[in-house]
Protein backbone atom coordinates (compact mmCIF):
# COMPACT_ATOMS: atom_id res chain seq x y z
CA UNK A 1 0.00 0.00 0.00
CA UNK A 2 1.23 3.59 -0.55
CA UNK A 3 2.24 5.65 2.67
CA UNK A 4 1.48 9.19 3.41
CA UNK A 5 4.53 10.82 4.32
CA UNK A 6 4.13 14.55 7.04
CA UNK A 7 6.72 17.01 7.09
CA UNK A 8 6.02 19.45 9.84
CA UNK A 9 7.74 21.89 12.25
CA UNK A 10 6.82 24.87 14.31
CA UNK A 11 8.34 26.89 16.19
CA UNK A 12 6.75 27.65 19.06
CA UNK A 13 7.08 28.37 23.26
CA UNK A 14 6.88 24.69 24.90
CA UNK A 15 8.43 25.01 28.16
CA UNK A 16 6.84 21.94 29.08
CA UNK A 17 8.44 19.87 26.01
CA UNK A 18 9.90 17.10 28.44
CA UNK A 19 5.88 16.31 29.33
CA UNK A 20 4.87 16.16 25.99
CA UNK A 21 7.28 13.66 24.39
CA UNK A 22 5.57 9.98 25.78
CA UNK A 23 1.96 11.44 25.49
CA UNK A 24 2.78 12.19 21.82
CA UNK A 25 4.80 9.06 21.43
CA UNK A 26 1.67 7.50 22.31
CA UNK A 27 -0.50 9.22 20.20
CA UNK A 28 1.67 8.13 17.01
CA UNK A 29 2.36 4.48 18.04
CA UNK A 30 -1.56 4.12 18.54
CA UNK A 31 -1.73 5.25 14.85
CA UNK A 32 0.67 2.71 13.41
CA UNK A 33 3.03 6.03 11.99
CA UNK A 34 6.92 5.58 12.22
CA UNK A 35 9.30 8.49 11.78
CA UNK A 36 11.13 10.73 13.90
CA UNK A 37 10.52 13.61 16.03
CA UNK A 38 12.15 16.09 17.64
CA UNK A 39 10.93 18.43 21.04
CA UNK A 40 12.04 21.18 22.24
CA UNK A 41 11.56 24.33 24.22
CA UNK A 42 12.00 26.40 21.01
CA UNK A 43 9.02 23.94 19.21
CA UNK A 44 8.52 20.72 17.06
CA UNK A 45 10.26 19.05 14.13
CA UNK A 46 8.95 15.61 12.50
CA UNK A 47 8.65 13.68 9.62
CA UNK A 48 5.81 10.80 10.07
CA UNK A 49 4.69 8.36 7.89
CA UNK A 50 1.88 6.13 7.70
CA UNK A 51 -1.52 5.68 6.12
CA UNK A 52 -3.53 8.71 5.14
CA UNK A 53 -6.26 8.21 7.93
CA UNK A 54 -3.46 8.20 10.49
CA UNK A 55 -1.65 10.88 8.93
CA UNK A 56 -4.87 13.24 9.29
CA UNK A 57 -5.70 12.29 12.90
CA UNK A 58 -2.02 12.86 13.91
CA UNK A 59 -2.32 17.08 12.09
CA UNK A 60 -5.57 17.09 14.23
CA UNK A 61 -4.06 15.98 16.94
CA UNK A 62 -1.06 18.44 16.61
CA UNK A 63 -3.08 21.25 15.29
CA UNK A 64 -6.39 21.09 17.58
CA UNK A 65 -5.93 18.37 20.74
CA UNK A 66 -5.25 18.66 23.89
CA UNK A 67 -2.11 18.03 24.17
CA UNK A 68 -0.78 20.98 22.23
CA UNK A 69 -3.85 23.22 23.80
CA UNK A 70 -3.71 24.98 20.56
CA UNK A 71 -0.08 25.96 20.36
CA UNK A 72 0.79 24.40 17.02
CA UNK A 73 -1.74 26.47 15.10
CA UNK A 74 0.56 27.76 12.57
CA UNK A 75 2.20 24.43 11.75
CA UNK A 76 4.25 24.33 8.35
CA UNK A 77 3.08 21.00 6.85
CA UNK A 78 4.37 19.64 3.61
CA UNK A 79 2.80 15.74 2.72
CA UNK A 80 4.20 13.22 -0.08
CA UNK A 81 4.16 9.79 -0.38
CA UNK A 82 6.03 6.94 -0.37
CA UNK A 83 5.64 3.38 -2.57
CA UNK A 84 6.93 1.72 0.64
CA UNK A 85 7.08 2.67 4.92
CA UNK A 86 10.24 5.16 4.72
CA UNK A 87 11.02 4.38 8.16
CA UNK A 88 12.23 1.69 10.10
CA UNK A 89 10.69 2.72 13.93
CA UNK A 90 9.23 5.61 15.52
CA UNK A 91 11.56 8.09 17.19
CA UNK A 92 10.25 10.93 19.47
CA UNK A 93 13.23 12.95 21.19
CA UNK A 94 13.80 15.74 23.30
CA UNK A 95 16.56 18.35 21.59
CA UNK A 96 17.97 21.09 22.95
CA UNK A 97 17.09 22.92 19.60
CA UNK A 98 14.74 21.53 16.83
CA UNK A 99 17.34 22.75 14.28
CA UNK A 100 20.79 22.87 15.69
CA UNK A 101 22.59 26.70 14.96
CA UNK A 102 24.28 27.23 18.44
CA UNK A 103 23.31 30.24 19.14
CA UNK A 104 21.11 31.20 22.27
CA UNK A 105 20.55 34.90 20.48
CA UNK A 106 18.78 33.23 17.69
CA UNK A 107 14.85 33.34 18.31
CA UNK A 108 12.34 32.82 15.21
CA UNK A 109 9.81 32.94 17.63
CA UNK A 110 10.45 36.53 17.38
CA UNK A 111 11.75 37.76 14.20
CA UNK A 112 12.56 36.04 10.73
CA UNK A 113 12.48 37.08 7.36
CA UNK A 114 10.33 37.45 5.12
CA UNK A 115 8.21 34.36 3.69
CA UNK A 116 8.72 33.68 -0.10
CA UNK A 117 5.79 31.41 -1.83
CA UNK A 118 6.91 28.86 -4.54
CA UNK A 119 5.54 30.80 -7.52
CA UNK A 120 7.01 33.99 -6.48
CA UNK A 121 10.60 32.46 -5.77
CA UNK A 122 11.68 32.86 -9.61
CA UNK A 123 11.65 36.62 -9.55
CA UNK A 124 13.25 37.01 -6.11
CA UNK A 125 16.20 34.55 -6.91
CA UNK A 126 16.39 35.88 -10.56
CA UNK A 127 17.28 39.30 -9.67
CA UNK A 128 20.83 40.46 -10.05
CA UNK A 129 21.51 42.60 -6.20
CA UNK A 130 20.10 38.86 -4.67
CA UNK A 131 22.18 36.84 -3.46
CA UNK A 132 20.86 33.40 -3.31
CA UNK A 133 22.14 30.81 -0.42
CA UNK A 134 21.53 27.52 -0.22
CA UNK A 135 21.65 26.60 3.87
CA UNK A 136 21.83 22.77 3.61
CA UNK A 137 24.75 20.32 3.85
CA UNK A 138 27.34 20.20 0.76
CA UNK A 139 26.24 16.48 0.60
CA UNK A 140 22.85 17.86 0.05
CA UNK A 141 23.63 20.89 -2.30
CA UNK A 142 26.04 18.11 -4.35
CA UNK A 143 22.88 16.10 -5.26
CA UNK A 144 20.69 19.11 -6.51
CA UNK A 145 20.07 23.13 -6.16
CA UNK A 146 18.50 26.44 -7.47
CA UNK A 147 20.54 27.75 -10.46
CA UNK A 148 23.25 30.24 -9.20
CA UNK A 149 22.69 29.07 -5.23
CA UNK A 150 26.13 29.61 -3.21
CA UNK A 151 26.91 26.15 -1.35
CA UNK A 152 28.37 27.22 2.37
CA UNK A 153 30.79 24.09 2.01
CA UNK A 154 29.15 23.27 5.56
CA UNK A 155 28.68 19.56 7.39
CA UNK A 156 26.15 20.53 9.63
CA UNK A 157 24.00 23.36 10.12
CA UNK A 158 25.89 24.57 13.46
CA UNK A 159 28.91 25.68 10.83
CA UNK A 160 26.72 27.99 9.40
CA UNK A 161 27.54 30.63 11.42
CA UNK A 162 30.85 30.76 10.48
CA UNK A 163 30.06 30.81 6.97
CA UNK A 164 28.22 33.99 7.67
CA UNK A 165 31.35 35.40 9.89
CA UNK A 166 34.02 34.75 6.87
CA UNK A 167 31.75 35.09 3.84
CA UNK A 168 29.06 37.94 4.08
CA UNK A 169 29.23 41.43 4.77
CA UNK A 170 25.52 43.36 5.95
CA UNK A 171 27.00 46.66 4.14
CA UNK A 172 28.04 44.50 0.60
CA UNK A 173 25.07 41.97 1.11
CA UNK A 174 21.86 43.89 1.18
CA UNK A 175 19.40 41.39 -0.07
CA UNK A 176 19.78 37.84 0.83
CA UNK A 177 17.50 34.81 -0.27
CA UNK A 178 17.61 31.57 1.61
CA UNK A 179 16.44 27.79 0.98
CA UNK A 180 16.64 24.40 2.62
CA UNK A 181 14.71 21.01 2.39
CA UNK A 182 11.12 22.03 4.27
CA UNK A 183 12.01 25.54 5.60
CA UNK A 184 13.04 24.96 8.97
CA UNK A 185 16.50 25.83 8.46
CA UNK A 186 16.48 29.08 6.54
CA UNK A 187 13.83 30.18 8.79
CA UNK A 188 15.95 29.83 11.86
CA UNK A 189 18.64 31.35 9.54
CA UNK A 190 17.38 34.22 8.53
CA UNK A 191 16.43 35.08 11.97
CA UNK A 192 20.25 34.86 12.77
CA UNK A 193 21.33 37.06 9.87
CA UNK A 194 18.27 39.86 10.67
CA UNK A 195 20.17 40.08 14.25
CA UNK A 196 23.61 40.52 12.77
CA UNK A 197 21.89 43.36 10.75
CA UNK A 198 21.34 42.61 7.63
CA UNK A 199 18.78 44.46 5.84
CA UNK A 200 16.75 42.31 3.52
CA UNK A 201 16.46 38.67 4.07
CA UNK A 202 14.35 36.46 2.61
CA UNK A 203 13.55 32.65 2.65
CA UNK A 204 11.53 30.18 0.58
CA UNK A 205 7.91 29.05 2.69
CA UNK A 206 8.08 25.72 2.64
CA UNK A 207 11.33 25.23 1.24
CA UNK A 208 12.63 23.26 -1.61
CA UNK A 209 10.11 20.43 -0.57
CA UNK A 210 7.03 23.09 -1.67
CA UNK A 211 8.58 24.16 -4.58
CA UNK A 212 9.20 21.07 -6.63
CA UNK A 213 5.27 20.15 -5.29
CA UNK A 214 3.91 23.22 -6.53
CA UNK A 215 6.02 25.17 -9.53
CA UNK A 216 5.72 23.17 -13.03
CA UNK A 217 8.75 21.40 -14.29
CA UNK A 218 8.86 23.54 -17.10
CA UNK A 219 9.24 26.37 -15.19
CA UNK A 220 11.40 25.72 -12.32
CA UNK A 221 14.59 26.53 -11.52
CA UNK A 222 15.87 23.76 -9.74
CA UNK A 223 18.22 21.29 -11.00
CA UNK A 224 18.86 17.88 -9.64
CA UNK A 225 17.14 15.82 -6.52
CA UNK A 226 16.77 16.86 -2.97
CA UNK A 227 18.41 15.08 -0.56
CA UNK A 228 15.36 14.17 2.13
CA UNK A 229 16.55 11.92 5.43
CA UNK A 230 14.63 8.54 4.82
CA UNK A 231 14.83 5.73 2.85
CA UNK A 232 13.04 7.27 -0.60
CA UNK A 233 16.92 8.93 -0.53
CA UNK A 234 15.68 11.88 -3.23
CA UNK A 235 12.85 13.12 -4.36
CA UNK A 236 12.30 15.15 -7.61
CA UNK A 237 9.93 17.45 -9.63
CA UNK A 238 6.30 16.39 -8.38
CA UNK A 239 7.79 14.43 -5.42
CA UNK A 240 8.52 11.56 -7.21
CA UNK A 241 10.65 9.48 -5.25
CA UNK A 242 14.04 8.11 -5.87
CA UNK A 243 14.76 4.54 -3.62
CA UNK A 244 17.76 3.21 -3.05
CA UNK A 245 19.47 1.97 -5.97
CA UNK A 246 20.17 -1.65 -4.28
CA UNK A 247 16.63 -1.74 -3.43
CA UNK A 248 15.77 -2.79 -7.30
CA UNK A 249 18.15 -5.76 -6.84
CA UNK A 250 16.63 -7.43 -3.43
Same mark, same amino acid.
Given at each position: ??? $?? !? ?11 ? @? ?13 ? $?? /? ?11 ? =?? /??? !?? %? ?22 ? /?? !? *? ?6 ? $???? $? &? ?8 ? *? ?11 ? =? ?8 ? @?????? *? ?5 ? =??? #? ?8 ? &? #????? &? ?8 ? =? ?8 ? *? ?14 ? %?? !? ?47 ? /???
Amino acid at each position: MPY $KV !AAFYQFAALPDFR @DLREPLRAICADLGL $KG /SVLLAREGINGTL =AG /SAE !AI %GELVNALREGGLFGGRLDNLELKF /SS !A *TAMPFGRL $KVRL $K &KEIVTLGDAE *TDPTRRVGIYVDP =ADWNDLIAAP @DTLLID *TRNAFEV =AMG #SFEGAVDPGI &K #SFGQF &KDFVAHHLDP =AKHRRVAMFC *TGGIRCEKASAYLLSR %GF !AEVYHLRGGILKYLEGVPETESRWHGECFVFDDRVALGHGLRERRMEHD /SDE
